[in-house]
T-cell receptor
Framework: QKEVEQNSGPLSVPEGAIASLNCTYS??????FFWYRQYSGKSPELIMF????GDKEDGRFTAQLNKASQYVSLLIRDSQPSDSATYLC??????????FGTGTRLQVTL | GAVVSQHPSRVICKSGTSVKIECRSL??????MFWYRQFPKQSLMLMAT?????????EQGVEKDKFLINHASLTLSTLTVTSAHPEDSSFYIC????????????FGPGTRLTVT
């Protein structure tokens, strides 16, 4: 079982719609959860992090964490073509290092 | 703030030669630096973690004699790929963290290594 799982996509949403990206993790002791955006050929860029159960909002982005279900998600409201990228979920486990999922490719269509 | 640079951005080398990649934190002192490798369409895989003045901690399966890491100062870490082979061709990315939150890592722009 992979430690951090994401659907590889592509997830296609029309411009202006809400994109919902999901991630599950296997280590129940995981402490911190991160979402990174990675454009093709570029390095990851931190979008949001969340530590506590519930929702955390930052502009058009909302991260949701449910530790009981070992599930973290990222919602992108009013999706724009510039949001088209691969979104990486990363988790810090008991080893205190980032473990990345393989990413979900998002395509925002005009 | 929290800008990390890498040099070079791209490098092509011949099989058997060594390549050095530099990672610098430009506007902060990085207590910890990380080196990742990413193959096409795959996720980032942590290679090693380094703290200034200490030996790097390598992940399982990463050869420490092949991937030499030096973290000489709080703003500079280097990765040397020794005796490179075509299978070492990859995207190498460093990140740095500071303060009391080692989990908030700031990534450099990456180095594309091609070994011919």
């Amino acid at each position: 079982q992979k430690e951090v799982e994401q659907n590889s996509g592509p997830l296609s949403v029309p411009e202006g719609a809400i994109a919902s990206l999901n991630c599950t993790y296997s280590d129940r002791g995981s402490q911190s959860f991160f979402w990174y955006r990675q454009y093709s050929g570029k390095s990851p860029e931190l979008i949001m992090f969340i530590y506590s159960n519930g929702d955390k909002e930052d502009g058009r982005f909302t991260a949701q964490l449910n530790k009981a279900s070992q599930y973290v998600s990222l919602l992108i409201r009013d999706s724009q073509p510039s949001d088209s990228a691969t979104y990486l979920c990363a988790v810090t486990g008991t080893a205190s290092k980032l473990t990345f999922g393989t990413g979900t490719r998002l395509q925002v269509t005009l | 703030g929290a800008v990390v640079s890498q040099h070079p951005s791209r490098v092509i080398c011949k099989s058997g030669t060594s390549v050095k990649i530099e990672c610098r934190s430009l506007d902060f002192q990085a207590t910890t630096m990380f080196w990742y490798r990413q193959f096409p369409k795959q996720s980032l895989m942590l290679m090693a973690t380094s703290n200034e003045g200490s030996k790097a901690t390598y992940e399982q399966g990463v050869e420490k004699d092949k991937f030499l890491i030096n973290h000489a100062s709080l703003t500079l870490s280097t990765l040397t790929v020794t005796s490179a082979h075509p299978e070492d061709s990859s995207f190498y990315i460093c990140s740095a963290s500071y303060g009391s939150s080692p989990y908030e890592q700031y990534f450099g722009p990456g180095t594309r290594l091609t070994v011919t």
